[in-house]
């Protein structure tokens, strides 16, 4: 497996999500179908979500495929979905079924009534397909539905338990309440639905939180708690069996946006008015699907997919490439049920295999953002088509989370991206239309202390960021690498990847931070197969020949042999060099003969290169971990073959209960295995197996003298183990020889596959790309920075133009380049011109600052780069009334900027995007009227150098961007140009009448930098119209139109649309057919390549220095001057109160 093997001594069921919901469309066009992969879904809240927010894009198919591990939340999920969809049901009692843990008669009635529904209806696919549901439910495998089954019987069931099975459930979760009260405290994660609001939101929230796990319900009215005494069954079942194992951070607020509630309030926000504001909008999801689901004319179809994350991903993969419906891939670990597809939903090609959204929830903390890629990438639909990753972490692992991300794929991320193709947009763009500024906030006034820190990224191919390219058909060749420059990148992430298996290692890399490092030392996501699998999708993907892969890894190799540095490293060889040869990746020269028949191999008729090992553990050797699992909750085990002098590990283990009945003959032997139906509560042995080289079987020491091992990996954590286990902390073990517990069976190496078609690579670009000197070949990428830098011409962030006695070249790389550090090498005799420039990265020139802003044309749809879309008519309206509103949106605004763009500014540096972010400053400050007086709602961006304005830009309203954590104006832009101006010169007059209109200064080339942003200012909110046939986009091959002053730079389709709000002001309404609506927000700076914000300690007292008694306050008035005290303040007053301004 490509994850280590962990034993859930502590298991933790999350009935709940424990995030706001998202749009999951929000980065593909509206008239894309979306295909939507959901890895480790949760509940549906974000399915829900979307289909809320796609209110107005009725034409569009929506298709979610939802993966989780978990039975149990897939069971609740479609038991949520079903109660929605039979919408004369009060959604009181649907709030009531899925988030209480303990809820009234009647409640439970519905519940046990839909329960029986669903279980008459599931007995086969086919019936499941033929009911009501299944029009818009669906089953990717028939495991997935009888287990769904299985719960809903069990839900159904438990009403007739007896009491002795009831009061153990009711005890845990009075235990845990009873812990809870007896060591209050904040809860953060359910204020993190309030987003800039996140500090005005924690006390409320903690305590709403508390009293959820004080009653098990969201309830305030006493007569209904009380009738609330059934214990709900969907929180009494999960992979732990019967029990309650609900995680004590479950909280149902966390999956709410609490924004608008608290950023509108004109008053104290209660309990009662979370709960309230939460039901109101968990009412409108329900709204939202049981609508959609009520239209034959919408395409909807929900999925689900019982399956652990990778084993899904390989399983889509294998049909992707094969077409089979029966995979060898088991679903999860402690499961051998192979992943067999729905015949009639993916042979159909109702089920997609590819898809344009993929979202991993939080498995970067789960299984490690390299698994997740490596896994998902190649699900992605092939270009052109929009696609978007996305990736999240919660946890806070190191000491400085906020710079985190770039560290957990063990490379430059540029490089990675090459090697991926995909690239996280913020890294490429160097800002976000996401805010997580509040995140960074809370964790540095907790003095970096905290256990979480939510890191949202997307991940995009790096050239859909140029327009140019996509005129191609979105595509160039993958880049090629030096071979000898390859294996040695390759083998420097080998080496950051496990070079903490080593003590040294780990004591010198955590020196800062070894407490936290000690107690996570268990979080180990990485197998040497996991890498072989990274080697996999880099071979793939680059389409290496075997040639040239075999001198990648021979200096792989060579450099493999000569690190000491590692000494670990040499008991996990073997694994490494078994995953390579199986993978087809490479084979050691010890595996190329065959193994001699001696020792297991005696009797076999001819010894395969691999073999895989059995072994059987009696079930109670488990039982110390189990008693330990206060200590040490979830260790991780491994397999080793370990002589009188040899020890070797094997990390990839798969694992499950039930019986080996040996088969076959000694000279071909086999087994099959009975699986223990009752699970970890059975009483049949576990039975592990590992893949190995036959080899290593019979060239390091005598048969005889090995035994084969279960144990728990050694780390810093474990050691607490070694006095129930022995130094070696094994857990079980048995002889090779010994035939009854351990059996050796023939292994086959993986089938290679031909990968190009199926890995996403770009294919080369077309007509429509300006080839008139011969067609390009893939790019070269060096990996060393050495090179002369002369100048050359750039026609878009990865489009180099070479003109050559009067024909024209396009080369298109597959990232942004700096072409004014070109270098040209012209071989005359062979009649080529190579052009070499150093790759784009943050904060460089050209690149992506040629335009940050890319709307690319797609086969007829336009495709965002770097701005998240938006539905306005969803979003919640913001109050410019409300109390305390410059208290949070001030410095909401302001974090749009990095501590270095500060320092420009105050410098009067020129940087284009600092300048377009300081006019969105003003442009929100002066409309939500929290600086310089009452709202104003008309704006004209005025060069500073011409004193010339030709954009005029009105704000209706601004608005809540929930999801995404910040705010957005909802206004229209009117491009003047002469002609408009002769047409509408009497009621321009009217709107430059002083007081109306604020005029905002742009300088240098912002102006320029506004041209391209328009374009996709219109295009995040377009719902109710399209880009027609005429569309000058497409007619004039190029977005935006224009650069130039006094030109429209916009499409014609976008004009007049959706201005209904202008024709209610007067002096507007003459300009209503003539604007174009957009939605402007703030764009923030990345917090993971530049300082955001300032670290609170880092605040002194402007009169004595000091760091507060107790904590510093800055001035009520100008909100600028910062004292330690009151007497401070008041000894400062003289002086300050003539400079005191808001």
Not at 32 to 49: H, I, K, Q, T, W
Not at 900 to 916: A, G, P, Q
Not at 1126 to 1135: L, R, Y
């Amino acid at each position: 497996m490509a994850h280590t093997l962990v034993y859930p001594g502590k298991y933790f069921f999350y009935p709940l999500g424990n995030t706001p919901a998202v749009c999951l469309t929000r980065d593909i066009p509206p008239e894309e179908p979306a295909n939507v992969l959901l890895l480790g879904c949760g509940d549906p809240r974000s399915v829900l979500f979307t289909i809320f927010s796609e209110l107005q894009k009725e034409s569009r198919a929506l298709d979610f495929t939802c993966c989780d591990i978990e039975p149990a939340v897939l069971a609740r999920n479609v038991l949520l979905l079903t109660l929605i969809a039979d919408s004369q049901l009060d959604t009181n009692n649907i709030w009531n079924i899925f988030f209480h843990v303990y809820i009234d008669d009647a409640s439970r009635k519905i519940l046990v009534d839909q329960c029986n529904k669903l279980i008459q209806l599931s007995n086969s696919l086919t019936v499941w397909m033929k009911s009501p549901y299944g029009r818009y439910i669906g089953m990717s495998t028939e495991y997935t539905l009888s287990e769904l089954r299985r719960h809903w019987t069990l839900y159904a069931d438990m009403p007739n338990l007896p009491s002795s099975r009831v009061k153990p459930i009711r005890d845990k979760f009075t235990q845990i309440a009873k812990s809870k009260a007896e060591r209050p405290g904040r809860n953060m994660s359910t204020a993190r639905g309030a987003g800039a609001l996140m500090f005005q939101a924690i006390e409320v929230t903690s305590r709403q939180y508390d009293s959820y796990w004080k009653t098990g319900t969201t309830l305030s009215d006493q007569s209904l708690i009380n009738a609330a005494k059934f214990l709900n069954p969907t929180f009494a079942y999960s992979f732990a069996g019967e029990g309650f194992a609900v995680h004590y951070g479950t909280d149902p607020m966390e999956s709410f946006h609490l924004v608008a509630l608290f950023g509108n309030a004109r008053g104290p926000i209660t309990v009662s008015d979370v709960v309230k504001a939460a039901k109101a909008e968990f009412s409108d999801w329900c709204t939202a699907f049981s609508s959609a689901v009520s239209d034959a004319s919408r395409v909807l179809t929900v999925r689900f997919f019982l399956a652990e994350a990778m084993a899904a991903c390989r399983a889509l993969h294998d049909f992707v490439e094969t077409g089979t419906l029966e995979t060898t891939v088991p679903v999860a670990q402690w499961n051998t049920q192979l992943i067999l597809f729905n015949q009639a939903e993916y042979v159909s090609g109702a089920a997609p295999a590819r898809f344009n959204v993929v979202d991993t929830s939080n498995l970067d903390d789960h299984i490690g953002l390299l698994n997740v890629v490596i896994a998902a990438t190649p699900l992605l639909a092939p270009p052109p088509r929009p696609i978007a990753l996305y990736t999240e972490s919660l946890l806070a692992r190191g000491e400085d989370a906020t710079r985190e991300f770039s560290q957990r794929l063990y490379a430059n991320l540029t490089v990675m991206s090459l090697l991926l193709g995909v690239a996280p947009i913020d890294y490429v763009s160097s800002f976000t239309s996401r805010s997580n500024t509040h995140e960074l906030m809370l964790y540095l006034s907790q003095k970096r202390e905290s256990s979480q820190f939510q890191q949202v990224t997307t991940w995009k191919r790096p050239v859909s960021g140029d327009a140019y390219a996509f005129r191609g058909g979105g595509g160039c060749l993958p880049p090629t690498f030096d071979s000898i420059q390859l294996g040695t990148l390759l083998y420097d992430m080998y080496h950051d990847l496990f070079e903490q298996e080593d003590a040294r290692h780990f004591w010198r890399l955590n020196q800062g931070n070894i407490m936290k490092a000690i107690s996570r030392s268990n979080m180990i996501h990485y197998t040497r197969e996991s890498f072989v699998l990274f080697l996999k999708l880099v071979r793939d993907r680059l389409s290496i020949s075997r040639e040239r892969w075999i001198e990648v890894m021979d200096r792989f190799m060579d450099l493999q042999g000569e690190d000491q540095t590692l000494e670990m490293d040499s008991c996990n060889l073997q694994d490494f060099h078994s995953h390579l040869h199986r993978h087809g990746m490479y084979t050691h020269p010890l595996l190329v003969d065959e193994a001699p028949r001696i020792g297991r191999f005696a009797d076999w008729h001819s010894v395969t290169s691999l073999v895989r090992v059995i072994l059987v553990i009696p079930r109670d050797k488990f039982t110390v971990l189990d008693d330990a699992s206060d200590e040490i909750a979830t260790p991780l085990l491994q397999c080793d073959i370990r002589g009188d002098w040899s020890h070797n590990i094997f990390s990839s283990v798969h694992v499950a209960f039930g019986r080996a009945i040996k088969m076959g003959t000694k000279a071909h032997p086999w087994v099959t295995f009975e699986a223990d139906p009752e699970g970890w509560s059975g009483t049949s042995s576990l039975v592990a197996s590992f893949t190995m080289a036959s080899r290593y079987l019979t060239d390091i020491e005598p048969a005889h003298r090995l035994r084969v091992t279960v144990s728990v990996r050694s780390t810093h954590a474990s050691v607490l183990l070694t006095d129930k286990l022995g130094v070696a902390l094994i857990v079980h073990e048995a002889k090779l020889m010994d035939e009854t517990a351990v059996f050796v069976l023939p292994e086959h190496p993986l089938p290679t596959r031909n990968q190009a078609g199926a890995s996403g690579v770009l294919r080369s670009p077309g007509a429509t790309i300006r080839e008139e000197l011969g067609q390009s070949h893939s790019v070269v990428v060096e990996l060393d920075e050495q090179c002369a830098l002369p100048s050359v011409k750039q026609v878009s962030p990865s489009t180099i133009r070479l003109t050559l006695d009067g024909r024209v070249q396009d080369v298109t790389y597959p990232f942004p380049v700096i072409g004014g550090q070109n270098k040209l090498r012209l071989a005359r005799k062979s009649l080529y011109i190579e052009v070499v420039v150093p790759i784009y990265g943050p904060f460089q020139p050209e690149g992506m600052k040629l335009n940050p802003f890319t709307v690319a044309a797609i086969e007829g749809t336009l495709d965002l780069w770097s701005i998240h879309r938006v539905n306005l008519s969803t979003l919640p309206v913001l109050d410019t009334k409300a109390s305390k509103l410059a208290d949070w949106l001030n410095p909401h605004i302001g974090s749009m900027m990095s501590k270095r763009e500060r320092s420009l500014r105050k410098k009067h540096k020129e940087d284009i995007l600092m300048y377009v972010k300081d006019t969105i400053h003003a442009i929100l400050v002066r409309a939500s009227g929290i600086q310089v007086g009452p709202p104003c709602r008309l704006f004209a961006l005025r060069d500073h150098t011409t004193r010339n304005s030709d954009t005029v830009i009105f704000v209706d309203t601004i608005r809540y961007d929930m999801h995404c954590h910040t705010v957005v104006c909802d206004g229209f832009v009117l491009p003047l140009t002469i002609d408009l101006l002769r047409r509408l010169e009497q009621p321009f007059c009217k709107l430059i009448t002083p007081g109306i209109m604020v005029n905002v200064t742009v300088f240098g080339d912002e102006m320029r930098a506004w041209k391209q942003l328009f374009p996709a200012l219109a295009e995040r909110c377009r719902t109710s119209w399209t880009h027609g046939p005429n569309c000058e986009y497409r007619s004039q091959g190029k977005i935006p139109l224009t650069e130039d002053m006094e030109v429209d730079p916009l499409c014609s389709c976008g004009r007049g649309q959706d201005t209904e709000r202008m024709q209610t002001v007067d002096i507007w309404r003459p300009f209503a057919p003539h604007v174009t609506r957009i939605a402007i927000s703030p764009l923030f700076a990345v917090s993971y390549l530049e300082t955001i914000g300032r670290d609170p300690d880092v605040h002194r007292c402007f009169v004595c220095r000091g760091k507060g008694k107790p904590r510093i306050r800055a001035c009520g008035g100008c909100k600028k001057v910062r004292y330690c005290s009151a007497a401070c303040q008041k000894k400062h007053w003289k002086i300050h109160k003539s400079q005191c301004k808001p």
